[in-house]
Every structure is written in C-alpha cells, then in structure tokens.
C-alpha cells in the first residue's frame, strides 16, 4: 500500500519560535498534498492544499503567512508554522494524493502518522 | 455544499455484540463515501469507500458499510465488536474538487 510519513512525530518549541513539518510520500509520487489540523477528539480541519510546483491553496480563515506550506518536490511537502504561539498546539496531519501517477484511483488520499506540536 | 454528520459523538458496545456508527451525508451527484479509524495519537487509517456498485461495501478488520441512497446513510457495522475496535470513527465524503469532508467523529468503546 502507499505509505506516507512525517516528521517528527512530536515536537515541543517556545513561543515565538518556528517549526517545520515535513510530509514525504515513501513509495509513489504525490502531485497533491494537504494539510489538516485536529484538535482533540475532534474533526480533522483541512487548513490546505498544495500541488507540486505551484502555491498553496488555503481553505478560509488559514492564514498564509503563518503556516507557510512549500511542496518543492513531487515526495516532499512541508508545513512550516511561523512564529508559534500555544494556541498553535495542535496534532497536524497530511495526506498525500497519487493522481494520475498511482494509476488506480487518482483522487484517494492516504494519510500520515500525524505531528503532535506542543507551543510553551 | 457536501457534507456528512455523524450524529453519535460516542458509541457504547459489549466486546462479542454488534455494533452499528452512523452517517449520513448531503451531496449533489453521486456520492463518493469514505470510513476512516483513528487509534489514538495516530493517523487516520483507511476502512473502506464506496464509490459504485454494491451497496454493501466491505472493508478491513471485518468492518463493513451500507449505502442507503433513499436514506442518504452510510452506516459502518461490525457483527462482533473487539475491545482493540475502540477507536475515533470518522466518515467522509469526496468533493467534487477531490478534498474529503469529514463527520464530526465517533468514538467507539467497546467493552470486555
């Protein structure tokens, strides 16, 4: 099956510092990654979506700025949360989308393990 | 605008009884139906989809879905619930841009 992993799986920063995420398709490309955020026990929120080579598309009240997201490569996105505050705790999950490459159903997605960031 | 609620925030269920998680979903077309399960601190791992065919469709870990279109339900059964099921269910349907719109979630608690 696809797999899809991130890193790291957990990680503490201050406030006011920032953290990138990686997302990395292991064994097929993924010409379309997104990015969600859930809090606990809760609904996964798509914060965005990013094709390979192109800016990402953010879904409304993201801000951009904050959570810069660069897909340079057709394996790897990242999620880069700038200047994080505590509220900015959350678990972070991606989900990578093979199109036509997979050559089964372009459209599904398969997920990573998740990023668990804690902002002190 | 698509969307799936799923009207059970918790589900009780004996180890060895059945267990039914509920959706329902709203979409113009035809619907593209996803089950995900949640263990905790995890991903989310894939269950089962419908897309066309059977209306019954079947899955990993013995789990299985019902697509009920006069309903518009995709409730997600097990005939013999195992206390390692206990997990966050989420339902979720495809839109017609590709992005997966998820339920609220369910959590299942299966009891010895």
């Known amino acids: 099956g696809a797999v899809v992993s991130q890193h790291p799986s957990r990680v503490i920063c201050k406030s006011g510092t920032s953290v990138k995420i990686e997302c990395r398709s292991l064994d097929f490309q993924a010409t379309t990654m997104f990015w969600y955020r859930q809090f606990p026990k809760k609904s996964l929120m798509l914060m965005a979506t990013?094709?390979?080579?192109?800016?990402?598309?953010?879904e409304q009240g993201v801000e951009k700025d904050k959570f810069l997201i660069n897909h340079a490569s057709l394996t790897l996105s990242t999620l880069t949360v700038t200047s994080a505050h505590p509220e900015d705790s959350s678990f972070y999950i991606c989900s990578a989308r093979a199109g036509i490459f997979r050559g089964r159903d372009e459209y599904e997605q398969y997920f990573g393990p998740g990023t668990r960031l804690t902002v002190t | 605008a698509q969307s799936v609620a799923q009207p059970e925030d918790q589900v009780n269920v004996a180890e060895g009884n059945p267990l039914t998680v509920k959706c329902t979903y709203s979409v113009s077309g035809n619907p593209y139906l996803f089950w995900y399960v949640q263990y905790p601190n995890r991903g989310l791992q894939f269950l089962l989809k419908?897309?066309?065919?059977?209306?019954l469709v079947k899955g990993s870990y013995g789990f299985e879905a019902e697509f009920n279109k006069s309903q518009t339900s995709f409730h997600l059964k097990k005939p013999s619930a195992l206390v390692s099921d206990s997990a966050l269910y989420f339902c979720a349907v495809r839109d017609i841009k590709g992005k997966l719109i998820f339920g609220q979630g369910t959590e299942l608690s299966v009891k010895p």
């Open positions: 419908y897309i066309t065919g059977d209306n």
């Open positions: 990013s094709n390979e080579g192109s800016k990402a598309t953010y």
